[in-house]
């Protein structure tokens, strides 16, 4: 057994009022936060202890690396998911059939047996509301309303026919990020960061960044579900502090404050002893996260430090919460081994309900927030070599309609398009994908897919086979029996990968 592990047990055998914390630690070199966590394994054993990719070391710390159980390709992942669901028909699906269309009756075939959210009656169709251009060597369509991503358009794999059964954001979004449309599962970075640890120690696995506002589902998209808590997503600040209370108070300095992490931890800990609670562990590590951070943090989350020309090519502004500054947060997370960097920029709920929302100005002035900053982490990340290690994944919970709105069969007085999940578009970038692909294509106007269709759990699929993992054998013991993140679905898709 390893010494460690047998002095944990000694002190949990022993747990008398004598034996003080501070002997304890004098037997060990590694501290409190390495030593306490060993007893992880005991707590959750239903899952990790079980898996496949298991080695004793996860025993000391729940965030140690772990090898992924197959070559992975890439190291990490940043999500950009844009929260309301983007219109592919404005961005990169171009129907030039469906502009013959504009304005003309929807036929009946296309509303017959759908629901949709808003839709009632029979509304007109819509044309394309931006001009689209053949874009890089591989000549892929892309809009005018995206005039810089043109630039990396042949670094990217498309998905042009993904599909949902969900047409509500709050579900929608769950089941992209988590599996399942209802609330309790882990989310997809939960998942890869109990399956893989951290490579950064002082820093969490799982970084969540958001623009303009929260998703619709709340924080579960972020959370660990049935998984332990120290897997949940850690959300920081583009603005001030980027994690709330990182600075301690007037009058704390650093030793009375590691002195006040002790005592607490202290009492944490014999709490375990008696209990065997995991979340108590949690909260020990979270402690011992925490005072490590405010180290850390501080400087990998300045983006002042970085030089002119990086900040000029995201057109980052300093001191204010935006999708650019979040875009080179993110690499430099990943540049610092955070295994997984979520971002949610909000605003995206095309309905046409005002000039904000349509798909003309609305999603143009959207477009022009992202267009700059996905362009240059794209290009920032191939000039560092990290792009190859890193897989970049774009897309929202839904797509939209061919079709404008109708509201109590009125047509909205801007031009919008209801919720779709029939098909839409997604992206990933990075290492193990074919650059320049196309998979999936929809029908001339855009309603549904005629080849090539993929569902948002073959998308999860995919991610964790990127990540060295066999998404139907990587599970975790929940209730009885084992649960994984592709629930009973989902299929790697082949066609993208390099």
Same mark, same amino acid.
């Given at each position: 057994?390893?010494?460690?592990?047998?002095?944990?047990?000694?002190?949990?055998?022993?747990?008398?009022?004598?034996?003080?914390?501070?002997?304890?630690?004098?037997?060990?070199?590694?501290? @409190?936060?390495?030593?306490?966590?060993?007893?992880?394994?005991?707590?959750?054993?239903?899952?990790?202890?079980?898996?496949?990719?298991?080695?004793?070391?996860? =025993?000391?710390?729940?965030?140690?690396?772990?090898?992924?159980?197959?070559?992975?390709?890439?190291?990490?992942?940043?999500?950009?998911?844009?929260?309301?669901?983007?219109?592919?028909?404005?961005? *990169?699906?171009?129907?030039?059939? @469906?502009?013959?269309?504009?304005?003309? /009756?929807?036929?009946?075939?296309?509303?017959?047996?759908?629901?949709?959210?808003?839709?009632?009656?029979?509304?007109?169709?819509?044309?394309?509301?931006?001009?689209?251009?053949?874009?890089?060597?591989?000549?892929?369509?892309?809009?005018?309303?995206?005039?810089?991503?043109?630039?990396?358009?042949?670094?990217?794999? *498309?998905?042009?026919?993904?599909?949902?059964?969900?047409?509500?954001?709050?579900?929608?979004?769950?089941?992209?990020? %988590?599996?399942?449309?209802?609330?309790?599962?882990?989310?997809?970075?939960?998942?890869?960061?109990?399956?893989?640890?951290?490579?950064?120690?002082?820093?969490?696995?799982?970084?969540?960044?958001?623009?303009?506002?929260?998703?619709?589902?709340?924080?579960?998209?972020?959370?660990?579900?049935?998984?332990?808590?120290?897997?949940?997503?850690?959300?920081?600040?583009?603005?001030?502090?980027?994690?709330?209370?990182?600075?301690?108070?007037?009058?704390?300095?650093?030793?009375?404050?590691?002195?006040?992490? %002790?005592?607490?931890?202290?009492?944490?800990?014999?709490?375990? =002893?008696?209990?065997?609670?995991?979340?108590? @562990? %949690? !909260?020990?590590?979270?402690?011992?996260?925490?005072?490590?951070?405010?180290?850390?943090?501080?400087?990998?989350?300045?983006?002042?430090?970085?030089?002119?020309?990086?900040?000029? @090519?995201?057109?980052?502004?300093?001191?204010?919460?935006?999708?650019?500054?979040?875009?080179?947060?993110?690499?430099?997370?990943?540049?610092?081994?955070?295994?997984?960097?979520?971002?949610?920029?909000?605003?995206?709920?095309?309905?046409?309900?005002?000039?904000?929302?349509?798909?003309?100005?609305?999603? !143009?002035?959207?477009?022009?927030?992202?267009?700059?900053?996905?362009?240059? /982490?794209?290009?920032?990340?191939?000039?560092?070599?990290?792009?190859? $290690?890193?897989?970049?994944?774009?897309?929202? $919970?839904?797509?939209? %309609?061919?079709?404008?709105?109708?509201?109590?069969?009125?047509?909205?007085?801007?031009?919008?398009?209801?919720?779709?999940?029939?098909?839409?578009?997604?992206?990933?970038?990075?290492?193990?994908?074919?650059?320049?692909?196309?998979?999936?294509?929809?029908?001339?106007?855009?309603?549904?897919?005629?080849?090539?269709?993929?569902?948002?759990?073959?998308?999860?699929?995919?991610?964790?086979?990127?990540?060295?993992?066999?998404?139907?054998?990587?599970?975790?013991?929940?209730?009885?029996?084992?649960?994984?993140?592709?629930?009973?679905?989902?299929?790697?898709?082949?066609?993208?990968?390099?």
């Amino acid at each position: 057994m390893d010494s460690l592990e047998r002095l944990l047990k000694e002190y949990q055998l022993k747990n008398a009022e004598d034996h003080s914390r501070r002997h304890f630690l004098r037997n060990c070199t590694l501290g @409190l936060g390495g030593i306490a966590l060993g007893s992880l394994v005991h707590g959750c054993d239903r899952g990790v202890a079980q898996a496949p990719w298991y080695t004793p070391n996860r =025993a000391l710390n729940p965030l140690s690396v772990l090898p992924a159980p197959f070559a992975p390709k890439v190291k990490s992942v940043i999500y950009l998911h844009m929260v309301g669901a983007p219109s592919q028909l404005e961005m *990169f699906d171009y129907k030039p059939e @469906l502009k013959k269309l504009h304005n003309q /009756l929807c036929p009946d075939s296309l509303l017959e047996g759908k629901k949709f959210a808003f839709i009632r009656g029979r509304p007109t169709m819509l044309g394309p509301q931006a001009n689209f251009v053949r874009a890089g060597q591989s000549g892929n369509w892309v809009s005018d309303y995206l005039p810089h991503f043109q630039k990396v358009v042949d670094e990217v794999a *498309f998905l042009k026919a993904v599909k949902t059964d969900q047409f509500n954001h709050g579900p929608a979004q769950l089941l992209m990020h %988590t599996g399942s449309p209802r609330f309790g599962r882990p989310s997809l970075g939960s998942w890869v960061t109990y399956g893989l640890g951290s490579e950064n120690q002082n820093l969490p696995g799982f970084v969540v960044l958001s623009s303009g506002g929260t998703p619709d589902a709340g924080k579960s998209v972020w959370g660990s579900g049935f998984l332990p808590s120290v897997y949940q997503g850690v959300q920081c600040r583009s603005k001030g502090d980027p994690v709330l209370y990182l600075k301690d108070p007037k009058g704390i300095d650093r030793n009375l404050k590691k002195q006040l992490i %002790t005592a607490i931890n202290d009492i944490n800990f014999k709490t375990y =002893a008696q209990q065997k609670d995991p979340e108590i @562990l %949690t !909260r020990i590590n979270q402690y011992e996260m925490a005072y490590r951070m405010q180290l850390t943090v501080p400087e990998v989350m300045d983006i002042n430090t970085e030089p002119e020309h990086i900040k000029e @090519l995201y057109g980052v502004a300093p001191g204010k919460e935006s999708f650019a500054n979040n875009c080179l947060l993110a690499r430099k997370m990943v540049e610092q081994g955070v295994r997984f960097v979520q971002l949610y920029d909000w605003g995206w709920d095309s309905h046409g309900t005002d000039h904000s929302t349509a798909v003309d100005l609305g999603l !143009r002035n959207k477009c022009r927030e992202i267009d700059r900053p996905i362009t240059a /982490l794209l290009m920032d990340l191939k000039q560092r070599g990290l792009l190859e $290690e890193t897989l970049v994944v774009w897309g929202g $919970e839904f797509g939209r %309609t061919p079709m404008q709105e109708t509201r109590e069969g009125k047509t909205m007085r801007y031009k919008g398009r209801d919720h779709h999940g029939e098909a839409f578009t997604m992206w990933m970038a990075g290492g193990g994908i074919k650059k320049g692909a196309v998979y999936g294509e929809t029908d001339p106007i855009g309603y549904q897919s005629i080849s090539g269709s993929v569902s948002v759990h073959d998308v999860q699929a995919t991610i964790l086979h990127l990540l060295g993992f066999d998404h139907e054998t990587f599970t975790y013991d929940f209730q009885g029996r084992p649960f994984r993140l592709t629930d009973v679905h989902g299929s790697v898709i082949k066609q993208i990968l390099a």
